[in-house]
């Protein structure tokens, strides 16, 4: 257990509304990552921070933004839900060995 | 994008049977991880391999590294239902970001 908690953990929205996840770490670990997790797809990268306000895009970043203003907690906004946009979005953070742990996910459909 | 190709995409077989689940990449990786996840949850780490032709196991799973360090394998001896899950492996890259790059997963069926 790497204390990674995502909240909230199921949302139901409407298409054009904003919707904010949040992943919360309790070690201070540096790297910090946003999944999102779609049959077919495996999990693919949305955004990564490599520290408080450093960020970078993944793979999958359109429609996409973050923020990290403190070192625990790393936040994905979804600045107007799409309904592809549905999917299981995983938090995830890198210790200094290089090994990913997982947040329980956060199950986000867009109506 | 890293590619990682799994292979296969779905597996059922019967308890005790043997398996091998494949990931190919035409990049070379920093390291190559294996996951295990169950359904509402995240994927749990089982395995890193490092060093190009490395070998490592863990019980029943047997893991292997390419000696070019762009594809891995995942070997099971007697599978139990315990093992049923989606495996994943993931490919990481220590020299662009610390990027973690994931294949489609495996969903393995382990039938009592």
């Known amino acids: 257990d790497a204390g990674i908690t995502q909240s909230p953990r199921h949302k139901v929205t409407e298409t054009g509304t904003p919707v904010t996840l949040r992943c919360h770490q309790t070690?201070?670990?540096?790297?910090m990552y946003w999944y999102r997790q779609d049959p077919g797809h495996g999990l693919r990268l949305i955004h990564y921070?490599?520290?408080?306000?450093?960020?970078d895009k993944g793979e999958v970043s359109d429609g996409y933004s973050v923020s990290r203003s403190k070192t625990e907690d790393f936040l994905l906004t979804l600045e107007s839900a799409t309904s592809s946009q549905t999917s299981v979005y995983f938090c995830?953070?890198?210790?200094?060995?290089?090994?990913?742990?997982f947040g329980e996910g956060s199950r986000l459909t867009v109506l | 994008t890293q590619l990682l190709e799994q292979s296969p995409q779905f597996l059922s077989i019967q308890e005790g049977e043997n398996l091998t689940v494949y990931c190919n990449s035409s990049?070379?990786?920093?390291?190559l991880q294996w996951y295990r996840q169950e359904p509402g949850e995240g994927p749990v780490l089982l395995v890193t391999?490092?060093?190009?032709?490395e070998v490592k196991k863990l019980k029943r799973l047997t893991f292997q590294f390419g000696d070019a360090r762009k594809d891995s394998s995942l070997h099971i001896t007697a599978a139990q239902p315990g093992d049923t899950g989606l495996y994943l492996c993931?490919?990481?890259?220590?020299?662009?970001?610390?990027?973690?790059?994931f294949g489609t997963g495996t969903s393995l069926t382990v039938i009592p």
């Open positions: 993931a490919g990481a890259d220590l020299n662009t970001g610390n990027q973690f790059y």
């Open positions: 921070s490599y520290g408080v306000k450093d960020t």
């Open positions: 070690e201070n670990h540096r790297y």
């Open positions: 995830a953070i890198a210790t200094a060995t290089g090994e990913l742990f």
């Open positions: 990049s070379v990786f920093s390291s």
């Open positions: 391999v490092v060093t190009g032709g």
